[in-house]
């Protein structure tokens, strides 16, 4: 524990830690980007409406999420500030990677969304980060009723931790289904050569 | 309460915190207190019914030793004690609404009382302050003139006791039976319910340095059945006999010697002996006892050495009343643990065939008409067998495991003989329709019937769900998060499931070169359906917002449960007395949301009738409500509201059963014209319904306390048309659609401020209209005012699948 600064403490400091989670997420997202990208010297000019685009989905989901929080019974009027910070993460996770690689490209979003059919690639590893993410944060809720009188029995801490968590199994259950199913498509290649 | 807190900053008092044991409800906390043993759950259940107490108690050991008892307060003690009184005056506990009268009952025999010499004992019991709690919780701006008033009773006896000077030393304890919690309810185990202060006072000024110094005190924490003992030792009385509480050395070490303090623990410690030797057959292995033992023999030797100084003897004293004081505890925390015996065999076989039900239910479920089973049983048979399994379990645990145990019949072999049977009969009946569900399965998954929509599969998820928690005491008692948080969740997943399909018909209409891989998708919905569809999940969406905003609010009505109890809400809010304005405007408009949203329920058979018995109904709801000076009151050439309500409930009530009545007549009607329509037959029922759910808004409306609840109700019926609308939209199998009603309706429960905890019941609902205490009557309003939203929601259900069953006949009708 003490490796960690006071600062990060998740139980002590929600905001501040949920600020760097929400930046590492953003960072490991981009790098993300940047592998799934071929030629990306012509990106960022070319695909500035895209970007905006991205930016614009990024705050209203991260208010959707926000608003979505408070339905689900987090405060309205007090702890604004750690639900607004509870949703940006839930943002940085579930809907960064799928910005990020699907990009402004709609029927792409649709396939991987509504059709539950991503290709092979960063689209697969974006629906399962996302729907892992909103599902740890869901079940994050859950120990909040309980009577332990645990520091972290705390809104938003828990739905924070849980979040993380299912990110990171998202990102684990990814790649071992990436590997699976790319080595089924080599043997299928195999197959027809 | 500034008298008294004087006192105890002088040190003329001794205060306790005093913890009860649950239940905490007047009756069981009274014979408690007069037996000093802890009574069960069951006295929550007589405590609207008392008969005589036959235990030996504190005031029957009084009588016998001749001592003059007096008695005013609550009537409970007087069905309790019959007879021990020398004069008593009685007041009905049960009719809550009074909070000034009951105590103006006691209060204005007392100068009287104080002038008579005869008698010894004087037992006052005020109920107003609980009164309050029940009526308008602790924060109501009622509680501080209440308390001020008791205080101003308190300094009169004491200031009395003072006068009459040393000549007669008299005791007097303040206590109360029992706390109250946040919602102003008790009956629970919550600390602020459990909590009661109990306050020694003295009579004689001498006793002023003795309380104060004498014995430092261990812990200001005693159990409340500590009174019994020291109260019994006090007058020199036998300490009741199923005693289990622990004398209170600081009060004889005030009034008598060292001594004679030893002497009264001694006897405690003995009493608490011999009920530890009757009820625990190795009484002489057990710890307390040992201490016991150990404590008489220091006793022996006390009292014979007396060499040394008198200061020295004297601690020894103190020390020996501590070693007894222990040891009582010891012994009495070991009785307590034996006193609460769980029947586990009864439990288990419960159990059991709760679950076999359970089984049995999920199996009838999964067998759909089109799926081709072979029973080997037929229905008929399987029902048979059912409730044959159910009566013999139902007569085995009665006859075995209650108290009407027969030595007889449940001897070993006939135990297992009809144990054997059950088994054998379950058994044989369980697997035959596990055999025809593993076909049905077998059968839905051949002809791929099974299509699980997201909704559904969630639904039975969280059922799953719900079921666990329930192994967490903790989600017991915060059962209203799961509820909340379950139908919030379900909400969202439909609307998931809304854009999902949404977006795939936009892609269907966007790509026009049909796919292969969409083809056949494709050839399923014809261009016009999907645009149709595309629209109808953008108002599913649009509903199901509406509906979660609603959840939001209810939500934040009243605070439930345990953890969060303390947290203010809007209701509280909107209770203070600045918002009272507010608050009628607020109930107006909503009554009037009702009414509306019960108009527009119109199908072609909702009569005009009806709608005006509805109008007049809530207009009167409004009334009573004012009239018990919860919300403003109108003009008075518009409407002379009476004095508490009584007449505005009851014509309420009388609006009520002139609804149901006109319903039955049109009923009849109908099915006396022509009965052989399967449709006219359908809407009279149809129409049945309905009135039981208008039915069962008005005594909501009516039947609760807290006006503000009458918000909560318009905003069920909002849902309730949002939902309507929105099953409409998406089509789900009938098991889903129930489920989501009974979610609803267990949501609405909490959301009322109801919980799991059995003070959260508005005991002062149940009065409403009704002068005096009648059980029946006062037992039934209750239990219709606290499931009045549960009433509702499953009405609603009923209504809905007939609507469906009719839409379905005509549509049915149609292709033919």
Known sequence: MFLIPMQLNLIKNVIVATEVACLLVTIHCLFLFIVSMENWKFVIIKQLKATVKGIFTLISSCLFFHLLAVCFGAPFLTETSETFHFAMLLTCCAVLPAVVTLGNNFSLWVKVYADNSPDIGCALVAFILSVCSILGAWLGAFPIPLDWDRPWQVWPISCVFGTLAGYGVGLITSSGLLLYKIQIANKQKNKFM | ?816
């Open chain 2, 1 to 816: 309460m500034p008298y008294l807190h004087q006192l105890l900053q002088q040190g003329k008092a001794i205060g306790h915190y005093g913890i009860t044991h649950p239940p905490t409800v007047t009756l069981p906390r009274i014979k408690a207190m007069m037996t000093g043993s802890i009574p069960g759950f069951i006295d929550v259940v007589l405590n609207f019914n008392t008969n005589a107490l036959q235990e030996d108690n504190l005031l029957s050991q009084l009588y016998k030793s001749g001592k003059k008892i007096i008695f005013y307060g609550d009537d409970t003690w007087i069905k309790l004690f019959p007879g021990h009184f020398l004069r008593h005056d009685g007041t009905t506990s049960f009719y809550v609404t009074d909070y000034t009268e009951v105590d103006q009952n006691v209060s204005r025999h007392l100068d009287w009382e104080l002038r008579q010499p005869d008698w010894d004992v004087m037992i006052l019991h005020y109920l107003g302050l609980d009164h309050i709690g029940h009526l308008a919780k602790p924060s109501s701006p009622l509680v501080e003139p209440k308390l001020k008033e008791m205080d101003d009773i308190i300094k009169k006896l004491h200031e009395h006791l003072i006068l009459k000077g040393d000549n007669s030393p008299t005791l007097m304890v303040v206590c109360g039976d029992h706390g109250m919690s946040d919602q102003g309810s008790h009956g629970g185990a919550s600390k602020k319910e459990v909590t009661v202060a109990i306050v020694w006072l003295a009579s004689t000024a001498k006793n002023k340095k003795v309380f104060s110094q004498a014995y430092p005190s261990q812990s200001p924490v005693i159990d409340q059945i500590d009174i019994t003992p020291t109260l019994a030792l006090a007058f020199g009385i036998p300490i009741p006999g199923n005693n289990l509480g622990t004398a209170i050395p600081e009060i004889f070490l005030s009034y008598g010697s060292t001594k004679d303090t030893v002497r009264a623990m001694y006897l405690n410690a003995h009493q608490v002996a011999s009920v530890l030797k009757q009820n625990n057959p190795k009484w002489q292995a057990d710890a307390g006892y040992v201490l016991f033992e150990m404590a008489v023999q220091h006793h022996i030797d006390w009292l014979n050495f007396s060499g040394i100084s008198n200061r020295a003897w004297h601690q020894q004293g103190l020390s020996l009343v501590k070693q007894y004081h222990s040891a009582i505890k010891a012994m009495s925390s070991r009785m307590m643990t034996k006193m609460t015996k769980y029947d586990i065999y009864g439990m288990f076989l419960c159990s059991i065939s709760l679950f076999l039900l359970l089984y049995g239910i999920l199996m009838a479920l999964c067998q759909t008409e089109k799926s081709s089973i072979m029973l080997v049983f037929s229905s008929a048979s399987c029902i048979l067998s059912l409730m044959l399994c159910i009566f013999i379990v139902c007569s085995h645990v009665t006859i075995c495991t209650s108290s009407y145990r027969s030595e007889i019949l449940c001897n070993s072999l006939l135990m297992s003989g009809v144990i054997l049977t059950f088994l054998l009969l379950s058994i044989t009946f369980f697997n035959s329709l596990a055999f025809g569900f593993i076909q049905s399965i077998k059968a839905m998954f051949d002809n791929k019937m099974v299509s699980f929509s997201g909704t559904a599969l969630f639904l039975a998820l969280g059922c799953l769900l719900h079921c666990v928690s329930f192994m967490s005491t903790s989600f017991v008692e915060e059962e209203h998060q799961t509820w909340y948080f379950l139908t919030v969740s379900v909400f969202v997943v439909i609307v998931i499931d809304a854009l999902r399909n949404q977006l795939t018909c936009h892609r269907l209409t966007f790509s026009s070169s049909l796919n292969t891989s969409d083809s056949l998708r494709s050839q399923k919905l014809l261009p016009n359906k999907i645009q149709q569809s595309s629209s109808v999940n953008n108002k599913a969406v649009l509903v199901t917002v509406f509906l979660l905003i609603l959840c939001r609010f209810q939500r934040s009505w009243n605070q439930t449960g345990d953890k969060w109890q303390h947290l203010s809400d809007t209701g509280d809010w909107l209770m203070r007395p600045e918002n009272k304005f507010l608050l009628s405007i607020v109930c107006l408009s909503f009554l009037l949301i009702i009414l509306v949203s019960i108009w527009i329920h119109r199908i072609q058979q909702i009569r005009s009738c009806h709608q005006l018995l509805l109008l007049a109904a809530l207009i009167y709801i409004y009334l009573f409500h004012a009239a018990t000076k919860k919300l403003l009151t109108p003009p008075p050439w518009l409407w002379n509201i009476s004095e508490n309500g009584l007449k505005e409930s009851r014509i309420v009530y009388s609006l009520t059963l002139l609804l149901i009545l006109e319903t039955c007549v049109v009923i009849r009607m109908k099915s006396i014209s022509n009965n052989r329509d399967e449709n006219v037959r359908s809407i009279t029922m149809q129409s049945a319904v309905l009135c039981l759910k208008s039915v069962s808004i008005i005594m909501a409306a009516l039947l609760t306390s807290h006006p503000h609840n009458i918000c909560v109700l318009a905003m069920a019926t909002l849902q309730e048309i949002l939902l309507r609308k929105l099953l409409s939209f998406i089509k789900l199998p009938v098991y889903a659609t129930a489920l989501i009603y009974t979610w609803m309706a267990q949501a609405t429960y909490f959301y009322q401020g109801h919980s799991n905890n059995l003070s959260s019941i508005d005991v002062a609902a149940g009065y409403t209209g009704v002068g005096r205490y009648k059980p029946v009557l006062v037992s039934l309003i209750l239990a219709i005012s606290t499931y009045s939203g549960v009433i509702f929601w499953y009405s609603c259900l009923i209504n809905y699948q007939l609507k469906d069953s009719v839409q379905q006949h005509k549509t049915q009708i149609e292709n033919r």
